[in-house]
């Protein structure tokens, strides 16, 4: 019986003043088929023990529930991908022949990079997002799985154990297969970037030597490098423990026994 005057505390509540549960950092994620691919970033704070979704989970939810239904149905995904990167080369192709011209005041070429960003990310996202889960194969998360759940699989395989949910792991176990599925060599990855960086400066230099200066072609070419240089250096380190995260997880739960009870059905 409830005492008058008391503070009732909800299920899965934090007390007042209490710090963030583990797992609940801020953190960027990259979604993908369902762990590590980058897609599209979404910046938030995971409170592991929340019952009301914030901002963030209902944008993490509305992504997990496309991702979930490109899985479950390849043709539509087949279609929103070539949709997305028809427009997609549609902004190359008017971005490319604006700045064709060289009598382009500075702010006007900044200003359509800015546009070209904001506008090319997400169709860039959307197409990538649609033909890895339209390709993942094997095993797929079930149409009618809760998003919360998809949520609470990822946080089990960043932290590289099962949650003691059954119904939880088993769809962490299924994104983990589907992550495998798309692993590119590390060696490979690093060379593959460190290249482009490489050639990216090589053409920095060449544009300033032609140009006489930094002109714009000049500067996306260092920017562009740099860039890419870190993401190597920071990025590599991070890819090789998420993917031991994922192998701890799946011997884990093969362990277990319930390796024959991965949740989802087969897909070719």
């Known amino acids: 019986m409830p005492v008058p005057g008391a503070v009732r505390t909800l299920p899965g509540a934090r ?3 209490a710090g963030r549960p583990k797992g609940s950092t801020p953190q960027i994620f990259l979604w993908t088929t369902g762990y590590g691919t980058p897609v599209s970033v979404i910046i938030g704070g995971i409170n592991t023990q929340s019952s009301t979704p914030g901002p963030s989970h209902r944008l993490a939810d509305a992504l997990i529930r496309i ?36 009598d382009q005041p500075p702010y006007l070429l900044v200003a359509l990079a800015f546009l070209g960003a904001a506008l090319g990310a997400p169709l860039f996202a959307v197409t990538l997002l649609a033909f890895l889960n339209r390709s993942v194969g094997g095993r797929v998360i079930p149409a009618e799985t809760d998003p919360a759940d998809v949520r609470a699989a990822r946080r089990a395989l960043r932290a590289g154990e099962p949650s003691g949910r059954p119904e939880v792991d088993r769809i962490a176990r299924v994104l983990a297969s589907q992550a495998r599925r798309h692993e590119m060599p590390l060696w490979m990855f690093g060379a593959l970037f460190t290249l482009v960086a490489l050639s990216n400066l090589v053409n920095a230099g060449a544009q300033y030597g032609v140009h006489g200066g930094w002109h ?44 024959g009870r991965a949740k989802g059905p087969e897909r070719p």
């Open 67 to 102: 991702q979930i239904r490109f899985q479950n149905d390849p043709r539509h995904a087949a279609r929103v991908a070539g949709a997305a990167f028809g427009l997609l080369f549609l902004l190359a192709l008017v971005l490319g022949f604006f700045f064709s011209f060289d």
């Open 15 to 17: 007390p007042a003043g």
């Open 216 to 259: 714009w072609t000049a500067v996306f070419g260092l920017v562009a490098g740099v860039l890419m240089l870190v993401g190597v250096a920071v990025g590599l380190p991070l890819e090789a423990r998420r993917r031991r995260r994922t192998r701890a997880f799946a011997a884990a739960f093969t362990a277990r026994g319930e390796e």
